[in-house]
Nanobody, 116 residues
Framework: VQLQAYGGGSVQAGGSLRLSCVAS????????MGWYRQAPGNQRELVAA???????TYADSVKGRFTISRDNAKNTVYLQVNSLKPEDTAVYYC???????????WGQGTQVTVSS
């Protein structure tokens, strides 16, 4: 499985971006796709995740501002990020795992920079 992320960039506070991540390879249906982020000096943290056909989970810090969605036919997960704040600045990583399997797939990361 390979994950390719797109859509990072530099925006001013209050701006929006849409991140995309395409999974390729042999994809099984029982999976969870999502996004993590890591700011300099910080640990990688969950931003949002969504099981195939399930309910999304969000970090408290992004609730109401970020929206995760999936297009299962395209093996793609999206993250719409609105009302961006400088503290959202980080490298955003696409993530996928299969239910019941303790192995994580990671994309290459895409930089999001928010200036005040």
């Amino acid at each position: 499985v390979q994950l390719q992320a797109y859509g990072g960039g530099s925006v001013q506070a209050g701006g929006s971006l849409r991140l995309s991540c395409v999974a390729s390879g042999r994809i099984f249906s029982a999976n969870v796709m999502g996004w993590y982020r890591q700011a300099p000096g910080n640990q990688r943290e969950l931003v949002a995740a969504m099981p195939r056909g399930g309910v999304a989970t969000y970090a408290d810090s992004v609730k109401g501002r970020f929206t995760i969605s999936r297009d299962n036919a395209k093996n793609t997960v999206y993250l719409q990020v609105n009302s961006l704040k400088p503290e959202d600045t980080a490298v955003y990583y696409c993530h996928m795992k299969y239910l019941g399997v303790s192995y994580d797939y990671w994309g290459q990361g895409t930089q999001v920079t928010v200036s005040s």
